[in-house]
Structure formats: structure tokens, C-alpha cells
């Protein structure tokens, strides 16, 4: 298996644009997880979805930020509009036990 | 409140220098710890799960055991290629994950 895989690696937008972010999870992991990381604030859980469904998106700093999962091999995290302190690295993991896996990130800065 | 506390931040060792990085978590209920090694620019990658106190799992110089307030990544005579951020995860009741900010480990040839 490939791993979780991620999309774009690298993002350069202005501010007030939209972004999206892709993931490709683990065939056969049904849980699926987006985090942000930042030097400040380290790895912080934005949602995440079990079979699919969102089951906690607490952590989705404002109504900015939209994730969907359409089906079990990809999800999306949008920002719409971004802001420049929305610039972090953004990881998708996922799980079918306990142990999750990660991708290898994608790097957003907003200028 | 912090659930999750790593220390220290960063931490020098001389190559062959055996030392240990500590995670405390606060809450009861825990399902899981984990540990993860993360590289500069890389996704943080899975090293051991430990899910009651007592419990001990070893790969190669590292050894993590767990207690029930904390758990501690023991390092013995690390390589230069051991330099990494670990990062430490619990899990309560429920599925998220809860990191901790990480220990940056430098070794020094």
C-alpha cells in the first residue's frame, strides 16, 4: 500500500482565496483524520470521520474550514476564505485499529 | 487544560549517550498511548502503542514503557540518525487522538 496519501504537497495562495486539500486514505482504514500543525500550537485534531461520517468537528477553528468525505477513499478539507494565520502544515491520517498513519502533510501558506 | 505534556522540548545528546523522554497525560479512561517519530518536513510515523501500565514494547534503541500518569521513551546509545521530533498521542474513550508539542532530539556524531 502506498500509504495516505495527500494533496497538493506544497500551497502558495493570497489571502482570501479558496483551498483545497486532498487526501487519499489506507484502503480498507475507516477512520479518517485531519490535523493542523504549527510551531505554537503543535498537532491539533481539526475532525475527523468514522465510515464516512463526520463524527466530531470540534476542532474546526471557524466556519471558514469545511471537510467532506464522499466516499472511504478520499476527503477534503476547504478553507474558504483563508487568512494568512491559517498557514500550517496540514496532515490527514488514517485507521482501521487503534495505531493511525499519517500522510506526509501538505504545507499551506497564505500570503 | 493540557492533557498531554512532553518533556523536555529539545533535548542534545552525544552520540552513544543514553537518555529517556517523558510524556504525563492527566486524564483517566486511557485507551491507548502512542509514540511517533516525525522528520523535518514529513508526516509523523508510528512507533509503538501501549495500552496498560506496566506494559514495555522495544525496537531497535528504543524503548518505550508506561505507567499510569506517564510514559517514557527510553533512547539507548543513540545514532545520529535517531535526530527526530517524537511526539507522543493518548486516546480516552471516543476516537481522537491527543498530541502532546513533542521532543526534539538532536544527537551529535
Known amino acids: 500500500d502506498a500509504g495516505v496519501i495527500q494533496s497538493p504537497r506544497h500551497e502558495v495562495t493570497e489571502m482570501g482565496q479558496e483551498v483545497t486539500l486532498r487526501c487519499k486514505p489506507i484502503?480498507?482504514?475507516?477512520?479518517l483524520f485531519w490535523y493542523r500543525q504549527t510551531m505554537m500550537r503543535g498537532l491539533e485534531l481539526l475532525i475527523y470521520f468514522n465510515n464516512n461520517v463526520p463524527i466530531d468537528d470540534s476542532g474546526m477553528p471557524e466556519d471558514r474550514f469545511s471537510a467532506k468525505m464522499p466516499n472511504a477513499s478520499f476527503s477534503t478539507l476547504k478553507i474558504q476564505p483563508s487568512e494568512p494565520r491559517d498557514s500550517a502544515v496540514y496532515f490527514c491520517?488514517?485507521?482501521?485499529?487503534?495505531?493511525?498513519?499519517f500522510g506526509q502533510g501538505t504545507r499551506l501558506t497564505v500570503v | 487544560e493540557d492533557q498531554v505534556t512532553q518533556s523536555p522540548e529539545a533535548l542534545r545528546l552525544q552520540e552513544g549517550e543514553s537518555s529517556s523522554l517523558n510524556c504525563s497525560y492527566t486524564v483517566s479512561g486511557l485507551r491507548g498511548l502512542f509514540w511517533y517519530r516525525q522528520d523535518p518536513g514529513k508526516g509523523p510515523e508510528f512507533l509503538f502503542t501501549l495500552y496498560s501500565a506496566g506494559e514495555e514494547k522495544e525496537k531497535e534503541r528504543l524503548k518505550a514503557t508506561l505507567t499510569k500518569k506517564e510514559s517514557f521513551l527510553h533512547i539507548t546509545a543513540p545514532k545520529p540518525e535517531d535526530s527526530a521530533t517524537y511526539l507522543c498521542?493518548?486516546?480516552?474513550?471516543?476516537?481522537?487522538?491527543?498530541f502532546g508539542t513533542g521532543t526534539s532530539l538532536t544527537v551529535i556524531p
Open positions: 484502503s480498507g482504514h475507516n477512520s
Open positions: 491520517a488514517s485507521r482501521t485499529g487503534l495505531e493511525a498513519f
Open positions: 498521542a493518548v486516546q480516552y474513550t471516543g476516537n481522537q487522538f491527543y
